[in-house]
């Protein structure tokens, strides 16, 4: 009787580990600080593996990447974005790590545009002006998950007419696939009843490091572009497109992050370092690199590929330093960056600027892949 007490016992012990290395990912989170509920509907994060080993998870709060896992120079499985490890923090907090972002990626000036002659007003959440489709947008919404296998997780949600002021039931999916070449590979798609205007975005902050709670600023930094939208004292383009020859922006060859980030440069002073658009010389090939970035420390490159023609490249100017993210880092000021794939800020307002204007019948697509790999 004894044995059979003390065999039982063990059995209980082995499911118990078994459960909670199931619970439990690669990068460390546990999928059941993931199970709440937000509007009515269940949270969750979704697991993506590949044949090499590296995860992805995303949740269908905000539609977020909350981690992804690659091996460093050493062979490492190293996280590279930043976040929380819960979705309780996700929803108390009005950043966007991760986030999916719409329906108008960056700002639209003064939180209004005129389309087809009606003006439509939106929230003004950035200095009057409308930033990431207002404090309310994708990134703090639900969106129906669905996984479709063990390497892609489908995200769909409508976007009813009237939401945060912007016309038109719009029609989303969003697909995250972790491919076996170690890319987040993102698919944008959506359709529309009406006339409106559409700009989906990723706002993954990322710290290609594999040092919790450094900054990027001995991290390196190219863009494939010889044109940029200069912006006022508040952001917003002027309307104009400028050469980046001869600037601090010229990023066509690697650059550390930090080497002129401080320096008087009339862009960099209103930007409180980079947070502006590149124009891509891409022209719309998903196969022609937009960016890349890569950490001497880690050795982990990470590039950038887009259908679309613009870039915002940010420096995580706006980190108060005082947030805590996944396992109680501290995350820095400019302790990340963002490579946001775009078309151009307030292109509702500058007719000059490649259109964002989405009409029945038509639909939209957008792509961005963001391939990890290791310079030994």
């Known amino acids: 009787m004894k044995r059979l007490c003390m065999a039982v016992m063990a059995i209980c012990v082995l499911l118990s580990c078994s459960e909670k290395k199931e619970d439990t990912t690669l990068s460390g989170l546990k999928q059941s600080d993931f199970i709440s509920e937000v509007d009515g509907k269940p949270t969750a994060l979704y697991v993506l593996k ?10 269908n709060y905000g539609g977020r990447l909350v981690s992804v896992m690659v091996p460093d120079k050493n062979g490492k499985m190293t996280d590279v974005v930043l976040g929380y490890d819960n979705i309780a923090d996700y929803i108390a907090s009005d950043g966007n790590f991760g986030a999916l972002i719409g329906r108008y990626g960056n700002r639209i000036a003064q939180g209004k545009f005129t389309l087809d002659g009606v003006e439509y007003e939106l929230p003004h959440n950035d200095n009057g002006h409308c930033l990431h489709g207002g404090p309310e947008g994708y990134h703090a919404v639900m969106w129906d998950a669905k996984q479709i296998n063990g390497q892609s997780v489908e995200l769909t949600r409508v976007s009813k007419d009237g939401e945060a002021g912007f016309p038109g039931n719009l029609d989303i999916k969003v697909t995250y696939t972790l ?4 890319a987040v590979d993102i698919k944008y798609e959506a359709t529309t ?16 490091s594999g040092v919790p709670g450094s900054q990027i600023l001995d991290q390196e930094i190219m863009i494939n572009a010889d044109k940029y939208t200069p912006v006022d004292d508040l952001l917003i383009p002027t309307s104009v497109i400028d050469p980046v020859e001869n600037t601090l922006l010229d990023l066509r060859q690697p650059v550390a992050i930090g080497a002129h980030i401080n320096e008087s440069f009339d862009q960099l002073v209103k930007g409180g370092g980079y947070d502006m658009n590149w124009v891509l010389n891409t022209n719309g090939d998903i196969n022609t690199l937009a960016a890349k970035a890569y950490s001497p420390i880690s050795g982990i490159g990470l590039e950038v590929y887009t259908n679309e023609p613009g870039i915002q490249f940010y420096t995580g100017n706006f980190m108060s330093g005082q947030d805590k993210g996944k396992h109680g880092v501290l995350y820095l000021h400019r302790g990340a960056f963002c ?7 307030d292109s ?6 490649p259109s964002v204007v989405l009409r029945p019948g038509e639909k939209y697509m957008s792509h961005c892949i963001y391939k990890f790999i290791v310079n030994k």
């Open 348 to 353: 509702p307002n500058q007719p000059s600027f």
């Open 193 to 208: 009843d009406k006339p409106t205007v559409v700009n989906l975005t990723n706002h993954s902050y990322f710290n290609l």
């Open 179 to 182: 491919t076996d070449d170690n």
């Open 50 to 59: 590949n044949k090499n080993g590296a995860e992805a998870c995303v949740t």
């Open 339 to 345: 490579l946001e794939t775009q078309h151009y800020p």
